[in-house]
């Protein structure tokens, strides 16, 4: 069974900084692209950033500059660095990840997702 843990939402002033981390963990074969999403309340859910396997990221225009994504040297977490904070970053922050595992009829690739973490940005 594959899980993805989020930590490290909570409550910051604008302007201040915050750093989400997402462990994936079981029976893992390969991940290739992670990510982090958000959904706002009243809103639909949010591409954020993307990193792949070989590092290559992709932002949302909204956090380009603010935002830094990455991947630990196990490239089993990934982290999204959030700096100059403003009330429209608060959400829910979901960590999404592409991983392979080994079934019966072979290697299957699935998207998963995390629980979700807090962030409340306070003016």
């Known amino acids: 069974q594959v899980q993805l843990v989020e930590s490290g939402g909570g409550l910051v002033q604008a302007g201040g900084s915050l750093r989400l981390s997402c462990a994936a963990s079981?029976?893992?074969?390969?991940?290739?692209?992670m990510g982090w999403y958000r959904q706002a309340p009243g809103k639909q859910r949010e591409l954020v950033a993307t990193i792949t396997s070989d590092g290559s990221t992709n932002y949302a225009d909204s956090v380009k500059g603010r935002f830094t994504i990455s991947r630990g040297n196990a490239k089993n977490t990934v982290y999204l660095q959030m700096n100059s904070l403003n009330s429209e970053d608060t959400a829910v922050y979901y960590c999404?990840?592409?991983?392979?595992?080994?079934?019966?009829?072979?290697?299957?690739?699935?998207?998963?997702w995390g629980q979700g973490t807090q962030v409340t940005v306070s003016s």
């Open positions: 999404n990840a592409a991983i392979a595992t080994v079934q019966a009829m072979g290697i299957r690739t699935q998207y998963y």
């Open positions: 079981g029976s893992i074969f390969s991940i290739n692209t």
